[in-house]
C-alpha cells in the first residue's frame, strides 16, 4: 500500500461522515507534516453560514492554528475530491508542498457542484465572465501597492 | 462621478489604511447590498496567521454573518485590488452579483504578490503544476459524491 494511502483514505472517510452528520458538503482533507497529522476538517459551509469554509480551507486555517504561522511549508495536503479553484488557490498561498486528491472535479459537478464551471470561468476572458467584472479607479488603486513595495519593515507572506 | 466610486475608494482606503496599521497585505474590500454597506474587511493574512484571510475572503465572511446566510445574492463587491483565483471563485461560490475592482494582478506582482502566478499556475495541466498534485483512490473518492447524490434532504450551496 502506498504511504499515502491511509491520509487520503482517512480525508474520504471524513467526507463520508460528514453526510451522515449533516455537517455540509461532502468534502473532507487533511493536512500532514513530517508523517504527523496537523489538521483533519470538512466541508462546513452550510452549518457555518461561510461559502469559504470548503474542506482544504478549513484545514489550512486549523493548520495554521495549530502550527502558529501562515506558513505551511513542509505539509502535503489530502483531499477526498480536487480541490476547487478557490482551494487550489489557497494551497498555492499556503505554500503547501504537495496535493495528493481521489475524487475529481467532473465527480463533483456530477453531484452539483460548481467546480468545474468555477474552473471553466477562470480561463474566461474577463469580459466574457457570468459575473460581470469591472475596473475602475486604476491609479489610485495602484497607489497602496506601490506605497506597500517601498515600505520597510512590512512582513511579507 | 459614478456610484460605483465611493465603495471602490472606500476599499482603496481600506487598503492605504492597512499599511499604516500593520494589518496585513495593503488590500481592501467593501461589500454592499441595495446601496448600503454590509462589510468592510482587510488583508489578515500575516496578523492572523491564517493563509485565506485576504481582504475579500475576509469580507465575504463578515458579510455571510451579518446577514446570517452563505448566499450573497444580490450583493456587489468592491475590491481595491482584482481578486485573487481564492477570492474570486469565493465570490463566485458566495454567489455575489457583481465584482468592481481597482489595482490589478500586474501591480500586485510588482508589489510582490503572487497573484498573476497563481492565475497561470491554475491554467497549466496538472502534470505541469509548481505544487504536484497526484490523483489516487479515485472509485473510493467518488463514493461520498455519489452518496451526496441521492442523499435527500441535504443543504445545497
Not at 4 to 9: N, T
Not at 41 to 67: F, S, W
Not at 92 to 99: F, P, Q
Not at 138 to 150: H, M, V, Y
Amino acid at each position: 500500500m502506498r504511504s499515502s494511502y491511509p491520509f487520503l483514505r482517512d480525508a474520504i472517510e471524513l467526507a463520508d461522515e460528514n453526510i451522515t452528520q449533516q455537517g455540509g458538503g461532502p468534502f473532507g482533507a487533511v493536512i500532514v507534516k513530517d508523517g504527523t497529522v496537523i489538521a483533519r476538517a470538512v466541508n462546513t459551509v452550510t452549518t457555518g453560514n461561510d461559502p469559504t469554509a470548503h474542506a482544504e480551507v478549513n484545514a489550512i486555517r486549523a493548520a495554521c492554528r495549530a502550527l502558529d504561522t501562515f506558513d505551511l511549508s513542509g505539509c502535503t495536503i489530502y483531499c477526498s475530491c480536487e480541490p476547487c479553484p478557490m482551494c487550489l488557490a489557497a494551497v498555492y498561498w499556503a505554500r503547501i508542498d504537495k496535493i495528493f486528491y481521489a475524487g475529481t472535479r467532473v465527480d463533483a459537478q456530477d453531484a452539483g457542484f460548481d467546480d468545474s464551471f468555477i474552473y471553466e470561468e477562470l480561463e474566461r476572458p474577463l469580459s466574457e465572465r457570468k459575473i460581470p467584472i469591472i475596473q475602475q479607479l486604476g491609479d489610485e488603486g495602484a497607489k497602496p501597492l506601490q506605497r506597500w513595495k517601498s515600505t520597510e519593515n512590512k512582513i511579507h507572506y
